[in-house]
């Protein structure tokens, strides 16, 4: 994979801001953001290298940000293929103003660049995506709750899941809580003490039920369980986005149960899939896309790998 001309433009406006960083926290926030849309196009499969270039730093010094983030050597930059994650991520085309709130970020980085998304005028509206107003999300938190069920059934990795949606949104200043191996009577639980406005519930799906954990053991759980569970939720999220086979009934049913808008498969999807629908999806929201968009693009983005998967369905009577 190559880098394309708007993607090299702005990869160069993310190094032009890190240069003119004033301070030295200013250059730290411009470095993550730089390393957080490079890792996007090494998931996609572009070499560090030409990521170096048009950033406008040399190699070597991108590994130096690599090893200070904690990413691997940069040695390790070459993925072999059994291992290489599978995403894409287009870069917002607004110049970042719900990334940081520095004003020399806007001013190093053009607003002139043209960085197709679909949708872009809606990314400013004040009820679109997770960058919301806050009087809109009143009563519950600026927060993703990422919840996996036991991974062992089906040799599910989550917690890569989970990584990618956090280091997307810790830069949209949205809070990713993850609660790893969950039971079920913890859903509720958790739910009002986190308030979320979106849950992300991961699990394996198998002969109708959901495997969750129970003391320390997979454990299935039927539809209408994780039903009850949510709808025990006091202030109950506004999306359930469901990285779970075979979920998109559930999905409807929980639409139908009270929750806005809910999203799942209609047939078995897997590690790799699920993890560039969700890496394109959040991309979408933290950068203040609406639901409806982000899925449009996650869906679009997975197809062009995987032609003939069936696409996740997103269901809902407001779709905000």
């Not at 190699?59 to 059994?82: F, T």
């Amino acid at each position: 994979m190559s880098l394309s001309a708007p993607d090299i433009g702005y990869l160069r406006a993310i190094g032009d801001a890190v240069r003119a960083a004033p301070t030295e926290r200013d250059r730290h926030l411009a470095v993550q953001l730089a390393l957080a849309i490079a890792r996007q196009h090494r998931l996609n499969g572009v070499g560090w290298p030409p990521i170096a270039v048009a950033l406008g730093v040399d190699h070597m010094e991108l590994g130096r940000w690599r090893l200070n983030a904690g990413d691997a050597k940069p040695g390790a930059g070459n993925l072999p293929p059994e291992t290489r994650p599978h995403a894409a991520l287009a870069a917002p085309d607004s110049p970042h103003q719900r990334l940081t709130n520095a004003g020399w970020v806007h001013q190093a980085m053009s607003a002139s660049q043209s960085i197709s998304q679909p949708s872009a005028s809606n990314a400013s509206s004040p009820s679109s995506g997770l960058g919301a107003d806050p009087q809109i999300l009143s009563g519950r938190s600026r927060s993703v709750m990422f919840a996996s069920g036991d991974p062992h059934r089906g040799r599910n990795q989550f917690g890569q899941e989970a990584a990618i949606i956090r280091q997307l949104l810790t830069l949209a200043r949205v809070d990713v809580r993850e609660m790893a191996c969950i039971a079920l009577g913890e859903l509720a639980l958790h739910l009002n003490r986190i308030r979320p406005l979106v849950l992300h519930l991961a699990a394996h799906n198998a002969f109708g039920g959901i495997y969750l954990s129970l003391d320390g053991a997979a454990c299935s759980v039927a539809h209408t369980a994780i039903l009850d569970a949510l709808g025990r939720a006091h202030t109950p999220p506004r999306l359930v986005v469901l990285t779970v086979c075979h979920s998109a009934q559930l999905a409807r049913a929980l639409v139908a149960d009270g929750i806005e808008s809910s999203l799942g498969w209609p047939s078995e999807v897997n590690d790799d899939q699920a993890r560039l629908f969700a890496a394109q999806l959040y991309q979408a929201l933290g950068s203040g896309a609406p639901v409806t968009d982000g899925c449009a693009v996650a869906s679009s983005t997975v197809a062009q790998r995987w032609p003939h998967l069936d696409a996740a369905e997103l269901y809902g009577s407001r779709i905000f």
